[in-house]
């Protein structure tokens, strides 16, 4: 039975090809010509561009007597391109655990999470060589949850840049997400590494800037004298 054209017609071509890709599933280029009014070359054009994004996928499928059809399908990165309500639902959740269990539930919640955040870290940057590497790593780790991570040399240390919150009402409606956050950096790049905060989101900042930079060690302004005598002065 042919498909109804999808009510899209105001969309970009490539989101018509998503959009019916996800409401009706795999379907071939002549099938997405019907449900998105574009046809012909131009369909297999759009569909070439979606699968250099990875947002699509052609598999042969037999059908009857003949070749087999080439299908298409979205792969698990096109779900980035939908409605998402993950970061309302965590603000939900956070304020429900807030309000029927207390704030101590709450502050549970948090410490489990961070425990676990810090055994993934430490795995992903155990052998890393220097600090450079071990920044360079959580970098790569908070790109896939889906920070934009990026980091620079910086005098002495290093910038830790997100550019992108992707949970911005959960961490508005609680700082401890992101005091949390913090503290596993600053437990998994060690002790001899200071991390603070020079721009925040929440704060109304463009991103999320961390400065890590090796501690200096203290200096004593005079070594102590064996015995607790203080040195003599000559002359």
Same mark, same amino acid.
């Given at each position: 039975m042919p498909s109804q054209p999808l009510e899209n017609s105001a969309r970009p071509a490539a989101d018509k090809f998503l959009v019916a890709l996800k409401m009706r599933g795999p379907q071939t280029v002549a099938e997405l010509g019907c449900a998105t009014g574009v046809c012909g070359e131009a369909a297999r054009q759009q569909l070439v561009r979606l699968a250099a994004e990875g947002l699509v996928v052609a598999t042969s499928q037999p059908r009857g007597v003949g070749r087999p059809a080439q299908v298409w399908a979205l792969t698990p990165a096109a779900d $980035?391109?939908?409605?998402?309500?993950? $970061?309302?639902?965590?603000?939900?959740?956070?304020?429900?655990?807030?309000?029927?269990?207390?704030?101590? $539930?709450?502050?549970?919640?948090?410490?489990?999470?961070? $425990?676990?955040s810090r055994t993934a870290y430490a795995a992903t940057l155990a052998g890393a060589a220097d600090l450079a590497e071990k920044v360079a790593r959580l970098a790569e780790v908070r790109t896939r949850e889906g920070h934009m991570a990026e980091w620079w040399p910086d005098g002495d240390g290093y910038l830790l840049l997100e550019n992108h919150c992707p949970i911005p009402a959960a961490v508005t409606s609680c700082g401890a997400f992101c005091r949390a956050e913090l503290d596993t950096f600053r437990a998994v790049l060690g002790p001899d590494v200071d991390v603070e905060w020079t721009e925040h989101i929440v704060q109304g900042d463009r991103r999320c800037a961390y400065r890590i930079t090796p501690r200096q060690p203290a200096t004593n302004a005079a070594r102590p004298v064996p015995g607790g005598r203080k040195p003599q002065r000559r002359g």
């Open positions: $980035a391109k939908f409605p998402d309500g993950h $970061a309302e639902l965590a603000a939900t959740l956070i304020r429900l655990v807030r309000t029927q269990l207390g704030d101590a $539930a709450l502050e549970r919640l948090f410490e489990a999470r961070a $425990a676990e």
